[in-house]
């Protein structure tokens, strides 16, 4: 059976990575620690690893209850994996709320200016004038180091424990939606309240992102599970495909992030 059959073709090269990995800790039983994962990455390799392989295990950890972001552990059967295995570190800082605002993309902006991939950094959360960032050991020190501005926010970062971390639970307003086709533009379209036209003017944009990817085809085709962006409009999921309407439409489940 193709694995990949089951899979976009653009997943494809991460597809390979995963079972590269796989078979590494299979071959030389070596635990392998991977790089901070997306949630659509993170079920990928639980459908490819996460089985019932009886000499293989994985787990998978953000350093918060909510984490969105993850680093994951596969390892052999045998192996006791612990938190402290993920190496994770938490950063803090204050600022002064009622004279700068930040948010989410500010600290993401600030964090890649330094150079460092996206890869090494977790979760971000940005609460009532406090900041935190989780991301791996290794980058830590220079982090701290060199971090020190966002927009005209002087910070300075310090290590915290991880259960320190603030709860950044995410809660979804849900909705049943008809639609004609699962097209990117048309479920955008009935998501977000727009034109046709302007749905295709985002996407062409690159304004718009289906698991954390920037899609430029408005004919694109969802699937369920997949997550939505629309800059400036907040995030959404395709949560269920329910069947057809008597016209032949679409029957589907939608979430929108409040």
Known sequence: MDIYQHFRKDEQPFIDKVLSWKEQVERNFQT?????????????????????????????????????????????????????????????????SKFVKLEHRDVMGAFLSL?????????????????????????????????????????????KPLEEGLTNEQQWDHSDKTVSSLRLDT?????????????????????????????????YGLQEGDLLSLRGKGRSKLVAVNGQTKKDKL?????VLK
């Open 32 to 96: 392998k620690l991977t790089d901070f994962l997306d949630p659509r990455e993170q079920q990928i390799l639980q459908m490819l690893v996460g089985g019932d392989a009886s000499d293989i295990k994985l787990s998978i950890e953000g350093g918060a209850a909510h984490a969105e972001r993850k680093r994951a552990m596969i390892a052999p059967f045998y192996e006791e994996i612990k938190l402290e295995d993920f190496q994770l570190t938490l950063c803090q800082a204050t600022y002064q």
């Open 115 to 159: 150079g460092i991939k996206r890869q090494k950094l977790g979760d971000i959360t940005v609460k009532d004038g406090t900041l935190q960032i989780i991301m791996a050991d290794e980058i830590a020190p220079f982090v701290t180091t060199n971090l020190n501005m966002i927009k005209k926010a002087k910070i300075k970062l310090e290590e």
């Open 187 to 219: 479920v955008l379209k009935e998501i977000y309240h727009l034109s046709r036209k302007d749905a295709a003017s985002y996407i062409a944009k690159q304004q718009v992102k289906v698991n954390y990817k920037i899609v430029e085809d408005g004919k």
């Open 251 to 255: 029957k589907i489940t939608i979430a």
